[in-house]
């Protein structure tokens, strides 16, 4: 739950944060039909104890991720599995053993087809096929270690409409990596 949201009893008792369960009628949604008979589908989620572990983005070169997310983002190799260009490498930031990043062959699943890896590989050659976002407390100073790596920027430093300041860069294989300024 984001700090600052507090849950309460909301509209029935159901554990919405009361933040949000204010003005929005019985069933505390807006506009919106329920699903689940009257219950609030997500409410049941509050007390369970998940967090994101891995992601995972394609490389076709996994020297070249390898040294891109180990030597340019300062990421530690978690593990390095398989050989060739079959290779299934995990890295992650330092410091942070529970989040990491799975460089993964795009082509490995058997239960896609040669037109789908085709369709794989031209939007990884177009760079849309695989993004992440990272965050960080020094946006400048990060841009400029990255941007010292040799990497390919999309964007610099820039105040988003949004309300966040981020910019953008693609790893060897295209993916596009956003880097936000921590707030």
């Given amino acids: 739950m984001?700090?600052?949201?507090?849950?309460?009893?909301?509209?029935?008792?159901?554990?919405?944060?009361?933040?949000l369960s204010r003005g929005r009628g019985v069933s505390g949604r807006i506009g919106q039909e329920s699903r689940s008979g009257g219950r609030l589908a997500g409410s049941s989620l509050l007390s369970m104890d998940i967090s994101i572990h891995?992601?995972?983005?394609?490389?076709?070169?996994?020297?070249?991720?390898?040294?891109?997310?180990?030597?340019?983002?300062?990421?530690?190799?978690?593990?390095d599995v398989g050989q060739g260009r079959m290779r299934w490498i995990t890295v992650g930031p330092a410091g942070q053993p529970g989040t990491s990043i799975l460089l993964a062959p795009p082509a490995?699943?058997?239960?896609?087809?040669?037109?789908?890896?085709?369709?794989?590989?031209?939007?990884?050659?177009?760079?849309?096929?695989?993004?992440?976002?990272?965050?960080?407390?020094?946006?400048?100073a990060?841009?400029?270690?990255?941007?010292?790596?040799?990497?390919?920027?999309?964007?610099?430093?820039?105040?988003?409409?949004?309300?966040?300041?981020?910019c953008a860069f693609r790893d060897p294989a295209g993916n596009l990596i956003r880097i936000q300024q921590l707030r």
């Fill in 142 to 166: 990060t841009f400029e270690k990255v941007q010292a790596g040799d990497t390919e920027v999309v964007q610099e430093p820039t105040e988003q409409p949004y309300g966040v300041r981020d």
């Fill in 54 to 79: 891995t992601t995972s983005l394609p490389h076709e070169d996994p020297d070249a991720s390898l040294a891109f997310y180990r030597d340019v983002l300062g990421f530690e190799v978690r593990s």
């Fill in 108 to 140: 490995a699943d058997p239960g896609i087809t040669e037109d789908e890896r085709r369709m794989i590989t031209e939007m990884m050659a177009k760079g849309t096929y695989g993004w992440i976002l990272l965050a960080t407390p020094d946006l400048d």
């Fill in 2 to 19: 984001p700090s600052g949201i507090r849950v309460g009893a909301g509209e029935g008792g159901r554990g919405v944060p009361a933040e």
